[in-house]
């Protein structure tokens, strides 16, 4: 005759809690490191950033944006 062995509660949450994994998934390790990028015109430093235009010490222009008609969204004709 096989005996069935009862879990209480308590053993119950310790092997939930262990069974748990991280929330967002595993961590990623990886080397330290720094996004800079100097200014070609003035030398100064600063953070590399999607979006940033212009240099923040001389104004030196790093990507010229230019819009266009898109699939969806059309330039304004402000010319009537």
């Known amino acids: 005759m096989e005996e069935k062995k009862v879990t209480s509660f308590l053993d119950k949450l310790k092997e939930k809690a262990q069974k748990q994994t991280n929330y967002g998934g595993e961590t990623e390790i990886t080397d330290a490191q720094m996004n800079l990028r100097d200014c070609p015109n003035c030398g100064a430093g600063r953070a590399k950033q999607d979006g ?8 030196f222009e790093f ?5 266009t008609d898109g699939f969806y969204i059309k330039k304004e004709d402000n010319s009537i």
């Open 63 to 67: 990507i010229q944006v230019k819009l």
């Open 52 to 59: 940033v235009t212009h240099c923040a010490y001389c104004g």
